[in-house]
């Protein structure tokens, strides 16, 4: 006897990817609206080649309902993030560490 199970998942808009910059950081964003159509949630994942304020791997999935994304578009919805969370401390700490390290590594070495 077959089971039929029923998914929880329901038939998915088609997924569009977009290629943008965050201050120079190359962002690969992919967006899939209405991901769960019946609970009306959609899904953007970023990936970087290196850290965001959002992420320290340069990737993450986020799971939003789709009137957050009704007055806006993915890609300016995540700038937006992005920006806001570039204001944290923890995230000044870290590009105040990054500017230090790449000033050391250009300095000659005397002995």
């Known amino acids: 006897m077959k089971s ?3 998914s929880t998942r329901k038939a998915v808009d088609k997924t569009i990817t977009f290629n943008t910059k965050w201050n120079g950081i190359p962002l690969l964003i992919t967006y899939t609206k209405n991901y769960y159509k019946i609970a009306g949630i959609s899904h953007i994942t970023v ?3 290196e850290p965001l304020p959002i992420t320290e ?3 993450r999935s986020m799971w939003f309902h789709e009137e957050e994304l009704s007055t806006t578009t993915p890609v300016a919805f995540l700038l937006e993030i ?3 969370e570039s204001q944290t401390r923890q995230w000044k700490k870290y590009i105040a560490a990054q500017k230090l390290k790449a ?4 300095q000659l070495e005397l002995f």
Do not use: D, I, R, V
């Open 4 to 6: 039929h199970k029923k």
């Open 47 to 49: 990936k970087a080649p």
């Open 57 to 59: 791997t340069g990737f």
């Open 82 to 84: 992005l920006n806001f």
């Open 103 to 106: 000033k050391q590594s250009n």
